[in-house]
T-cell receptor, first 113, second 112 residues
Framework: EAQVTQNPRYLITVTGKKLTVTCSQN?????MSWYRQDPGLGLRQIYY???????DKGDVPEGYKVSRKEKRNFPLILESPSPNQTSLYFC????????????FGPGTRLTVL | QKEVEQNSGPLSVPEGAIASLNCTYS??????FFWYRQYSGKSPELIMSIYSNGDKEDGRFTAQLNKASQYVSLLIRDSQPSDSATYLCAVPGYSSASKIIFGSGTRLSIRP
């Protein structure tokens, strides 16, 4: 089954404690993205990746890091989380060519105390 | 001006009626347009894509694109309670197709 998986699904942490949210896709897509979703602000792109070792900033990259060492994985790293990073996070995998249709993971609800 | 704008709603439509959702975008070079449905607490799900001016129909859904006026709409015929969700319009950027801009979404409520 074609899918995007994220872990963990829920996470409560404290300010400053480094964390990683994993994302994996089995569709062999080159493009992957991370979004955060906040009430009233919609989906905002944090980072995206066009292929292995190729990443670029989205609209709200501050406080986040990503890496793309393998095609299937695109982890999101918060080196020093702060309360304003409390949000719902989605990883997405995107078809290539002209389509750019995105398939989303189930989401990770992060709370930073 | 936001790059992709949608009326946030809520839009309330009686069951069986047509729901009409609208989206405007600012990048004249955009070539592809998408509608996603998102149920509360769930991830967005692609329901329609459209690339050419005119209408594209898929079951009860019709997407309409007018590039000259820079708007794309989604019509849902014979609305069902299961259509109650937030609908997101998404437009890839022309300069960087990997950067996809989402509207803030329109909340649709189908009343029995």
């Amino acid at each position: 089954e074609a899918q995007v998986t994220q872990n963990p699904r829920y996470l409560i942490t404290v300010t400053g404690k480094k964390l990683t949210v994993t994302c994996s896709q089995n569709m062999n897509h080159e493009y992957m993205s991370w979004y955060r979703q906040d009430p009233g602000l919609g989906l905002r792109q944090i980072y995206y990746s066009m292929n292995v070792e190729v990443t670029d900033k989205g609209d709200v990259p501050e406080g986040y890091k990503v890496s793309r060492k393998e095609k299937r994985n695109f982890p999101l790293i918060l080196e020093s989380p702060s309360p304003n990073q409390t949000s719902l996070y989605f990883c997405a995998s995107t078809t290539s060519g002209g389509a750019r249709e995105q398939f989303f993971g189930p989401g990770t609800r992060l709370t930073v105390l | 001006q936001k790059e992709v704008e949608q009326n946030s709603g809520p839009l309330s439509v009686p069951e069986g009626a047509i729901a009409s959702l609208n989206c405007t975008y600012s990048d004249r070079g955009s070539q592809s347009f998408f509608w996603y449905r998102q149920y509360s607490g769930k991830s967005p799900e692609l329901i329609m894509s459209i690339y050419s001016n005119g209408d594209k129909e898929d079951g009860r859904f019709t997407a309409q694109l007018n590039k000259a006026s820079q708007y794309v709409s989604l019509l849902i015929r014979d609305s069902q309670p299961s259509d109650s969700a937030t609908y997101l319009c998404a437009v890839p950027g022309y300069s960087s197709a990997s950067k996809i801009i989402f509207g803030s979404g329109t909340r649709l409520s189908i009343r029995p």
